[in-house]
């Protein structure tokens, strides 16, 4: 039986001392919060949106960086074996639209309990409010760690690094690990806020916040070249624009814009070809042929975008829409199919569902999770430049490194 000392207590900590424990391992987690799972806590909004249910295949289309570097771990440990660890454990879960999977209860606690259970049946030994200081290595090798408060040296046989990234610092991602890997060679790929809030340059934005938009298509611009392109929802904020496509836009394309502003073109009906939206325009126009333009478009839009289609078009909003021409409607149209914003830069870590960047996945053997540069030390989660979009498979990251991390360990 070996001493597996693992650090941090998030998604990929648990998981790995659960799978080190299942190996048959003396295991003891250390946690400098004073409960396990905080930022697990948070996510989806307090539900949890704890994977994907996609098939595994297409598990990897969704992941943004070094998707080949997780085949080993994806399929060592899959979104299939998650459920059945929490459902085991009394977590049952249910499957939403574009395949998010949630505890039934909407609860994250109810996960971050269901873990523990687990944890507890292997008996691993959980330290909270014990902050590493990072670690100890004896001939070329991981031997253990060093603790903060007191100094003290905790030996070990093994080291699982499961520290998190910078996103949500108030949960403890403080970038430790990055610095604890550091130590011993290890290269940190350049880091960045990902599945974040845009800010936007127009101030028009502030006059929409709040506003949540269903089925549209978002492009993200540089020139004319087209960096980002999705279907689903976005949401108008005081800053700028939010929402699950734009959150996983802001993975894609964050590299571009720290060197320079982006365009954001918002297709409000993407189901409607021009001549489509043309003819509709039309029958509306012609049901409320004696209404004022700016009260024209009331079954096409939310009532809160109207004026701003309304101002954008540059058509009187006192016209009785039996006198607007073809050649407006066209721009009512343009407007409606490519209304543009300027995407001047990303909210920061406060806001942050995920880092970008981590420790270079060339150090580190996939088929393990072990360091290629320290022997004994094991890497896992978001400290690793791995990263997907939005609906779970972030998560779905952490818990897939972590178990094979736990379970590699000889």
Not at 49 to 55: A, E, V
């Amino acid at each position: 039986m070996s001493q597996v000392v693992v650090i941090g207590g998030g998604a990929a900590g648990m998981m790995a001392a659960i799978a080190a424990g299942r190996a048959g391992h003396q295991v003891s987690l250390y946690e400098k919060n004073e409960k396990l799972g905080k930022k697990i806590f948070i996510t989806g909004k307090g539900r949890c949106n704890l994977t994907n249910g996609c098939d595994t295949e297409d598990f990897f289309g969704n992941v943004v960086r070094n998707a080949k570097f997780l085949y080993s771990s994806v399929y060592s440990f899959t979104n299939q074996d998650i459920i059945k660890l929490l459902e085991e454990n009394g977590c049952p879960v249910k499957t939403e639209r574009g395949n998010r999977v949630f505890p039934v209860s909407d609860k994250s606690s109810d996960v971050i309990r269901a873990l523990a259970e687990e944890m507890k049946k292997q008996k691993v030994a959980v330290h909270l409010q014990e902050e590493a200081a990072g670690i100890v290595a004896k001939n070329g090798r991981a031997s253990g760690i060093l603790l903060k408060k007191s100094g003290k040296t905790v030996a070990a046989d093994a080291v699982v690094l499961a520290t998190g990234g910078l996103s949500y610092p108030s949960t403890g991602s403080t970038g430790d690990g990055y610095r604890f890997a550091e130590a011993f060679g290890h290269t940190t790929a350049a880091l960045s806020p990902a599945l974040v809030p845009f800010e936007v340059k127009e101030p028009v934005v502030k006059e929409l916040m709040g506003l949540s938009l269903r089925n549209i298509q978002v492009k993200v611009l540089k020139g004319p070249k087209v960096l980002y392109e999705e279907f689903g929802e976005m949401l108008f904020t005081h800053f700028g624009v939010s929402g699950p496509v734009l959150l996983s836009a802001s993975s894609y394309v964050a590299g571009h814009l720290k060197k320079e502003p982006l365009t954001l073109s918002i297709d409000l009906k993407p189901a409607l070809s021009e001549e489509q939206l043309d003819a509709r325009i039309l029958r509306d126009f012609e049901e409320l042929k004696n209404k004022q333009y700016k009260n024209a478009l009331v079954h096409l839009l939310p009532a809160r975008l109207m004026p701003v289609i309304v101002e954008r078009s540059g058509i009187l909003p006192e016209k009785k829409v039996n006198e607007i021409t073809r050649e407006e409607r066209r721009r009512i149209i343009r407007e409606m199919k490519d209304f543009r914003l300027t995407l001047t830069g990303l909210r920061d870590y406060k806001e942050a569902i995920i880092t970008q960047g981590g420790i270079s996945v060339k150090e580190v053997n996939p088929s393990t999770m072990e360091s290629k540069l320290l022997p004994g030390l094991y890497l896992a989660g978001e400290l690793l430049d791995v990263d997907g979009v939005t609906g779970g498979f972030n998560l779905q990251i952490a818990w897939s490194t972590g178990y094979l991390a736990g379970s590699s360990i000889p």
